[in-house]
Each structure stands twice: as structure tokens, then as C-alpha cells.
């Protein structure tokens, strides 16, 4: 990247970049709600970004030299900045409508299983369509179901929740020497899979299931023993024998018992530093550990949940909770969004419905 910086201005705020910095970068660059969600896009895996189209934006003008507008709305992960490019997300209906498309497109043949996926509370498609998705579904069809897989003794895949981010195939082609897993297929046919159901049993396997915006790949030494929101991270580290590991890992405590150790992960979502199998896996005892304190957790997020105390009129911020005020699923509310107390859902005949539950509200 050369030493020329570019002027772009996102949403009306205006910030210099190196020239080579893409849209979504500069957005993060300024940080909050003008930033894109980005649901393929992840920073440490080179040539990711393009397939998911959640970072869709409005290009107003393509640059000082040539400000006419681009025509068609652009994938910031995958577009560079010009100087004088002037950008609209949030700012943008064309773009709020398209991210809304593509949240439909996402969940077309994604279970609704969020009550008992190992995700929940963690999952950047639930976050999303809580976000920029409608309350009902337009699809009447079928969704698409897949053979049980095998992949290993550590992971586990649930390939009707995947996306096709393609990050876990990019995360095991750039971390391990050998890949053994790749989308085989096309168009609606595509899957996760092993070549001859192989095993994946690479010791950076296990970062596949850090780099996983939803919940197909999970980790199956913490599968259904708790939920993350019971769970306190903390950071933690150990002398890690492995040259490639700086052992810097985040444990997810229960009292004195670790459940679950993963990689530590910053604002974006994305690890900080990737893992090996064994911090990952095979350490999980509190003596294994320096233990650092409890981890920053962002405000929005369910897991902040167990970091106050007091009544929920006035809670005690006990712990680091840093960011914006709560407005996914599931965030701390006095009265929830989700479950209306003003609606009586025995009063619902058969599997409730959103539409069940408008009308009720109506009522
Ligand atoms: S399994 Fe997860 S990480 Fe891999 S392509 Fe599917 S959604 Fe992406
Ligand atoms: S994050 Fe840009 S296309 Fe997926």
C-alpha cells in the first residue's frame, strides 16, 4: 500500500484512508453504526468478503475526478476507496431495503432453530435479522435438509444453518497444511463437506468454529452444556507449547469451571489472535490458566447479561460492558420486545406465528 492517503466521506462523516483501504474498512475506520455488517468479510483471512452481500452500500459519488454515481449498489468488502467518494449506508432506503432482501435470502433455507442452537446469543445471523429482517417469511417451500455429517472428533456440523461464507474453508487453507473440507457443488446444490467424509484433525482446525458467523460449525466438547449466556468470559492465557499459539484465549467460566475456551475476539467479531486445539480444546481446567479478568463485553450483546446485578429497574454494572445501548435480540429490556407481556400466548391455537401475535397485539 503506497503513502497516498484518500479522502471518503461515509454517511456524511468524512475520514482519510491509505489509498487500497476498502469502504467497509473505512467505515470501521470511523467506527458505530455506519459501519456495514459484514457476514463473509473477516479481516485475518485473506480473499475473504464477496459472497454474502450484507455490506451492501450506495456509492453517491465515485470520486472527485469522476463524481458520477456508481450504478448499482457496491459490496464495501470488496470495493476500494476513491478520493472524494462519498458513501451512504444507514443514510441510504436502497440500501436498507436491499440488506433486508438479502436477510431474507440468508434465512431462506435456514432453520429457525435459535432456541436450540449452541449459537444463540453469539450468532451474527440472528443479530442481523433482528436488525435489518422482517418479522415473517415470504417462503413457503420446503427448506433444504442435508444428511447427518461426521467431521471429527471436536467439531461439529450442522450444515442446514451454514451460509456459505466460505470463511471456514479459508480459515483451514491458510491455517493448516492440509484442507481437507471445501464447498462441493453449485448454486443451491452447495455444501460443507469432507472429501470422503475425512476427518478434520489439524491442530488450528478448531479456529473454524471462532470464524463461523452462525451456528454450523460448533464445538462438541461444549455442545448443550450451557447456555453462553450463563457463562462469564474471561481472558486467559498460558505458556502454550505450540510455536504458532501465543495462548491468549478467552475461557467461558461457571464459577470455577471452564466450559468453553475460545480465541479472544475484538469489536468486529473477528479472533484477535487464532488457537490451537489443544488451548482450544484439551485445557479445561482453572489450573491450566493465568486468568487476566473478565473480557470487554460489547453492551448489545445477550452475554452481557451476566455481568450485573441489583433489580432490573437499577442494575450494577459489575464488569467491563462497553458500547451501544441494547437493541438486538434478546438484550437486556425492562419489558422484553420478544415476549409481550400484554399478549396471553395461551390464547394462541396451535405453534405460534408472527401473524398470530400481531393480530393479538391488535387486540
Ligand atoms: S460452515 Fe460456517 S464458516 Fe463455513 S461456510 Fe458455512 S457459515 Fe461459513
Ligand atoms: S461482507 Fe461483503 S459480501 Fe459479505
Redesign the pocket.
Known sequence: MSDQKFKVTVDNITIEVPAGTTILNAARMIGGDVTPPAM?YYSKLKDSGGKCRTCLVEVSKGSEKDPRPMPKLMASCRTTVMDGMEVKNITSEKVLDARKGVVEFLLLNHPLDCPVCDQAGECDLQNLSYEHGSESTRYEFKRRTFEKEDIGPYIS?H?T?????????Y?ADQLTERREHG?LERGDHAQ?STMLNKSLDHDFIGN?ID????G??TDKTFRFKNRVWFTKPMDAHRDCGNPKCNGKVRLWMRGEEVFRVTARKDQWGEVEEFICNECRFEKKETKDWVIEGPSVINRSSVIAQGHYVGTKASPVLIDKVVGQQPKYLMNIHDVSDVNRPDVDLSKIEGPAHSDDFKSLNKG
Open positions: 463473509c456440523l450444515m444453518r451454514c451460509i456459505m461464507c466460505f470463511r471456514c474453508v480459515t464447498i460443507i473454524v470464524v463461523c458467523p452462525v454450523a460449525l
